[in-house]
């Protein structure tokens, strides 16, 4: 029998399917609840709501479980390439050798940008965020490839986008980074792989060779693995919301790019290097800034911490944290704001007010130490969780044109002033 939900308004029943995922989550299909009953839900932030049905990631936030089309995010990172999860997300399956071949080198062909880009990256002061340069840029392909503005754009058409969005990115990126520190940009070497390729645009300087650490490059496709997706979180929401108005692949993205931006966000790893600057500075107390994190009173909150979905361990903040430690060990590093780091995590999962809310470190607690530590300045920080998020939005993007869904329109609970007349303040 199929299971359905029940709700009573007024003493009257309306019942409601009830659909299971193939991990066994149920949602209530509330599809008709507004026609049937008259009322609209209420659920700010969406905690409760489940805007779609997705095949691409599956994350439970109590186990700690996060899989990429059903291959555990462990595993992954472990032995998978970031070029390779990327195809995973996209298409649904692992590539084959000759597809991976073919798949990689349409993206090589294609890392070039338009010269007039630079035009556009004049403008913007060296004291531009790159993320601001970056969502600019991205969205600026628009102008330069006007047949990805068509709704209806043919597969082909669609698969060029998609290559074009993942050879350009990097592209993008690195000279949003020149273009902060007031170096001339660099254009892509394609003789290297995707990650290499991008560190020697970032980092290379028109007078001395530039020589790529295989630590360095390794450490960084394992993050952009890390990064590539995770469900409907609020950035990938934003591209499926601006994607459901059938607007092009880059100014969904480009908009996803913004709302990662924020610091509750993807903008989260700058700000945990700063605070554990914060607290170095202030002598390394971290009992005295677990207390600030717990008041109330104080604005502070332990930035790297805390989850809407992961209410035990993210799985990649563990995976992260070790990475941080061999990273730093073959480089020879020591930063100690990992110690810091650490101590924190210690503190937290031991306070009452951690355990009674059920947070732990998230993605971002560790990320910023292991990208200092590759030479990538915080600012810099957010662009490289976009490098990496940038497959699983082309994927959401995709799967939501593919399942032709609906565009999205949330209703509201309306609390304004009620019918008055309009009396004019002064005679005209
Ligand atoms: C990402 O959704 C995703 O999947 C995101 C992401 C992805 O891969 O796309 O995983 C990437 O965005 C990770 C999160 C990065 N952000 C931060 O690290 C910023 C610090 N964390 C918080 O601001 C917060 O934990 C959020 C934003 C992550 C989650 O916020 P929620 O789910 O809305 O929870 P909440 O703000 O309602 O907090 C619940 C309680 C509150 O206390 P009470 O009102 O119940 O007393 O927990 C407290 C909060 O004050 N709390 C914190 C805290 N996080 C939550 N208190 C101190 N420090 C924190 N970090």
Same mark, same amino acid.
């Given at each position: ?12 029943? @309306? ?52 899989? @990429? ?31 991976? &071949?073919?798949? /990689?080198?349409?993206? &090589?062909?294609? /890392? ?45 058409? =669609? ?5 074009? $969005?993942?050879?350009?990115?990097? /592209? ?64 990938? $929401? ?6 459901? $108005? ?71 903040? &563990?995976?992260?944290? &070790? ?23 210690? =503190? ?6 951690? =355990? ?10 560790? $990320? ?9 300045? =915080? ?50």
């Amino acid at each position: 029998m199929a299971k359905s939900a029940e709700i009573i308004i007024d003493g009257k029943s @309306y019942k409601f399917p009830i659909v299971e995922g193939s991990e066994g989550e149920l949602g209530i299909d509330i599809g008709n609840l507004l026609e049937e009953t008259g009322a609209v839900t209420l659920d700010f932030g969406y905690k409760n709501t489940g805007a779609t049905k997705s095949a691409i990631t599956f994350l439970d936030g109590d186990k700690g479980i996060l899989r @990429y089309r059903g291959y555990s995010i462990e595993e992954l990172a472990a032995k998978s390439s970031f070029l390779e999860v990327s195809y995973l997300l996209i298409f649904g399956e692992l590539p084959t050798q000759e597809q991976l &071949k073919k798949f /990689t080198n349409d993206i &090589k062909n294609h /890392t070039m940008v338009h010269e007039d880009i630079k035009k556009i990256l004049d403008g913007f002061p060296s004291t531009s965020h790159p993320m601001g340069v970056l969502a600019s840029l991205f969205c600026a392909q628009t102008a330069f490839y006007p047949e990805s503005l068509d709704p209806n754009r043919s597969v082909e058409g =669609v698969y060029l986008s998609i290559i074009r $969005s993942l050879a350009k990115m990097p /592209t993008f990126a690195a000279w949003a980074y020149k273009n902060a520190v007031g170096h001339p940009v660099n254009y892509p070497d394609n003789t290297l792989d995707y990650c290499s390729r991008f560190l020697k645009m970032m980092f290379a300087l028109p007078a001395e060779h530039y020589e790529i650490d295989p630590v360095v490059a390794d450490a960084l496709d394992k993050l952009l693995i890390l990064h590539a997706d995770h469900e409907q979180n609020c950035s990938t $929401s934003t591209v499926r919301i601006v994607g459901s $108005s059938k607007a092009s692949i880059y100014s969904s993205i480009s908009a996803g790019i913004n709302a990662l931006w924020g610091p509750l966000h993807g903008g989260a790893n700058q700000e945990v290097i700063l605070m554990l600057e914060q607290i170095k500075k202030d002598g390394g107390d971290t009992d005295k800034w677990i207390a600030k994190a717990k008041d109330k009173n104080d604005p502070f909150r332990l930035m790297g911490f805390g989850h809407r979905v992961y209410k035990n361990f993210d799985p990649r903040a &563990k995976i992260i944290k &070790k990475a941080a430690d061999d990273v730093l060990a073959k480089l020879g590093v020591n930063d100690p704001t990992l110690e810091i780091a650490m101590k924190l995590e210690e =503190v937290a999962l031991k306070d009452p007010y951690f =355990v009674e809310r059920r947070l732990y470190p998230n993605v971002d607690f560790y $990320s910023g130490i292991i990208y200092r530590a590759l030479g990538i300045p =915080v600012d810099m920080f957010t662009v490289m969780f976009a490098m990496g998020r940038l497959p699983g939005w082309i994927a959401q993007w995709k799967e939501l044109r593919e399942n032709k869904e609906p565009i999205g329109r949330p209703r509201q609970i309306y609390t304004g002033k009620n019918l008055r007349e309009y009396v004019p303040i002064t005679k005209r």
